[in-house]
């Protein structure tokens, strides 16, 4: 597993002007001013259920509290509108169980040891969901060894890396902060 790569194995990175998906540019999430639910202020990038086609979902966590639930809810209302959920399988319960549980220990990592997260994004294809968490902390998360699994704390980005496929980090030059990626299977 990767912590340094900033893209899984054989992606070249993001598409210039946009043709990553994402209509107008970044599309960002605003949040409820209340401090309710935040909502994405962009639709899906396409339908559910799109041969070949990406889907992407971002929140903003700007102004926002209970950002770990909020995230959680966030993603869960995603894979229900990709049809992961409700699931048939046993299989695709643990694979839906297994985004909501990384989406949580990733922003739970950017609140500790971050500042807080500034943006989620979800991206899914129909064979990897994309998560990416993105906070202005300089730290580099790695899993800590020896892992001891008796002692509370400290299981985090151990999680991250038993149930993902890959992860790392992506940094910007001359941009304070960076994003944390995970990317794990989607069910079959």
Excluded at 150 to 175: A, E, K, N, S, Y
Aim: hydrophobic share 30%; net charge negative.
């Amino acid at each position: 597993m990767s912590t340094t790569r900033p893209y899984s194995p054989g992606d070249r990175g993001p598409e210039p002007s946009g043709a990553s998906g994402t209509s107008g540019g970044a599309a960002p999430a605003a949040g409820a001013p209340d401090g309710g639910l935040a909502t994405p202020t962009a639709e899906p990038v396409s339908p559910p259920g799109p041969p070949g086609g990406a889907q992407v979902r971002r929140l903003s966590f700007e102004d926002q509290s209970g950002v770990v639930p909020l995230a959680r809810d966030f993603t869960r209302q995603a894979l229900y509108d990709w049809g992961w959920l409700p699931t048939a399988t046993a299989d695709r319960r643990a694979a839906a169980e297994d985004v909501l549980l990384v989406v949580s220990e990733l922003v739970t990592n950017a609140c500790l040891h971050a500042e807080g997260p500034d943006l989620l994004t979800i991206t899914c294809d129909r064979k990897v969901i994309r998560l990416e968490v993105t906070d202005r902390g300089t730290g580099q998360p790695s899993p800590r060894t020896p892992h001891r699994a008796g002692r509370p704390g400290g299981h985090g980005m151990f999680i991250v890396q038993r149930l993902c496929l890959d992860w790392g980090v992506q940094r910007t030059p001359d941009v304070t902060g960076k994003t944390v990626w995970a990317e794990l299977g989607t069910p079959s």
